[in-house]
């Protein structure tokens, strides 16, 4: 049922395309009062043009990182956190909207999350960090006998690409372009790792959420977590944006593909036709140099529409 995303996650082979796609109709969604529910300020970022991707060697060039570019964007406007367990809630109470992870009964949980006597987990054979859990969702992310209760600021997991868009729909959003993605995670600086410079650490202090000792086994939480963080916690970049780097995957609107933007327009590129995939930007909490060193503004991943895991989730943009 599920093949391995190398090193970011799991993920759901097959398609549900059959799954309606949109939300049960609500008013907000056309009158702007959506803006009440959502605790995260929008910030408006002037566009522009900047240096996109990277030409480091010790990135993964596979990912089509490469080549530094010269990228436009027109202005737009970005959620200063990613969309929090409160937040969907608010869509779901007035939608009634139900998760692709809810409809199909499993997500992908990190094996070191996994709650006590669950029956019916399966770990993923090429990466056994992973398991694929029986009742696992946005509600329960850890499964069956979990819960959000101490998270409600926290990221929303376990939402497809296709919860997120229909989110982002009812709030009168969308998702963002890779493109729109980094400009803002960069906020402002040029051919920079971090959203704040080249250094991890400045000054031993934590800027973002990522793996602290061995993966997978042994999580010293140095940063001040082991699982998610607050959508707001660790200092803002530039730009007033928190988190642009680790706590969770953030979805993007592009499909994926590791060669089309060479060739692609150089302003306001939206990404190739369908390729299957959807590009993921930022990194999470599992991520760790030894495996996978994604947590900077110029990496990229992908997963299937259809694919949840507890270290995905998004925030949306509109356009100016």
């Given at each position: ?9 799991a993920s ?26 959502d ?40 959620d ?5 367990n ?32 669950v ?13 694929e ?16 209760e ?12 296709r919860?997120?868009r ?5 709030a ?15 906020g ?24 602290q ?33 680790g ?18 327009p ?13 590009s ?41």
């Amino acid at each position: 049922m599920s093949e391995h995303s190398p090193c970011c996650g799991a993920s759901r082979a097959g398609s549900t395309s059959d799954i309606d796609d949109d939300p049960v109709p609500h008013p907000a969604a056309a009158t702007g009062i959506t803006n009440a529910l959502d605790a995260s300020p929008m910030v408006h970022l002037p566009g522009g043009t900047f240096i996109m991707g990277t030409d480091a060697d010790d990135g993964y060039p596979a990912d089509g990182e490469g080549p530094a570019r010269e990228v436009t964007v027109s202005p737009f406007w970005i959620d200063a956190t990613t969309v929090t367990n409160a937040q969907f809630a608010a869509f779901v109470e007035a939608t009634g909207w139900i998760t692709v992870a809810e409809r199909l009964g499993t997500s992908f949980v990190f094996s070191g999350f996994l709650p006590e006597n669950v029956d019916g987990t399966q770990p993923v054979p090429e990466a056994p960090w992973w398991h694929e859990v029986p009742g696992a969702t946005w509600r329960h992310p850890e499964g069956p006998g979990s819960g959000i209760e101490d998270r409600w600021d926290h990221p929303v997991t376990h939402v497809t690409w296709r919860d997120a868009r229909s989110y982002a729909k009812w709030a009168g959003k969308r998702l963002p372009t890779e493109a729109e993605w980094e400009y803002a995670a960069r906020g402002g600086l040029e051919r920079r790792r971090y959203p704040w410079g080249d250094e991890r650490e400045p000054g031993g202090h934590h800027r973002m959420n990522v793996w602290q000792g061995n993966f997978p086994d042994n999580n010293t939480a140095e940063d001040g977590y082991v699982g998610t963080a607050p959508a707001h916690a660790y200092e803002p970049n530039g730009y007033g944006l928190h988190n642009m780097t680790g706590n969770v995957w953030e979805w993007c609107l592009d499909w994926f593909d590791p060669t089309w933007h060479r060739d692609a327009p150089r302003v306001d590129p939206a990404g190739p036709g369908r390729t299957g995939r959807k590009s993921m930007r930022g990194g999470s909490y599992m991520c760790h140099h030894s495996y996978c060193f994604r947590y900077r503004v110029d990496a990229r991943s992908s997963n299937t529409p259809d694919s949840s895991a507890g270290n995905i989730g998004f925030r949306c943009v509109q356009s100016a």
